[in-house]
């Protein structure tokens, strides 16, 4: 299922699918990406691309929906976290806001959809099995 959420998620134009560490941040925009599977290692990106993200599907236990309020907008992202949870990645819905700060009804129902494809559940949990 893990697999099938990021392919749903990379379809959708103008997400930041963002990478974390302690020295780094590594920020990459789903427009025109692949997907697929091998054994545990899903690849989003093509090797031979500038920017390509591998992730361990073994190692990610569960995703988030997320809605968040900042100062002046409401956030909206789907993280992944592992067993210990901590968080791995996310993926963050940009250009839910025009110019004046209303929000881009056409962009919160391609996450509120997902939401729903996903059993409207704030938390889904993976099992983990192999495939190709």
């Known amino acids: 299922m893990l697999k099938e959420l990021l392919s749903d998620i990379i379809k959708i134009d103008d997400i930041l699918i963002i990478v974390r560490s302690e020295g780094a941040i590594i920020e990459m925009k789903s427009n025109s990406l692949n997907i697929r599977q091998k054994d545990k290692w899903i690849t989003i990106g093509d090797n031979d691309d500038p920017c390509h993200t591998h992730i361990d599907s073994s190692t990610i236990s569960e995703a988030r929906f997320i809605k968040e309020q ?3 907008r409401m956030s909206y992202s789907i ?4 067993k210990n949870g901590e968080k791995q990645f996310s993926t963050v819905f940009a250009k839910m806001y025009d110019k004046e700060m209303n929000l881009n009804s056409t962009r919160k129902k391609l996450y509120d959809d997902l939401f729903q494809k996903y059993g409207s ?10 495939s190709n």
Do not use: W
């Open 121 to 130: 559940q704030q938390t889904i949990k993976f099992v983990h099995e192999l």
């Open 79 to 82: 993280r992944f976290f592992d």
């Open 70 to 72: 900042k100062t002046d």
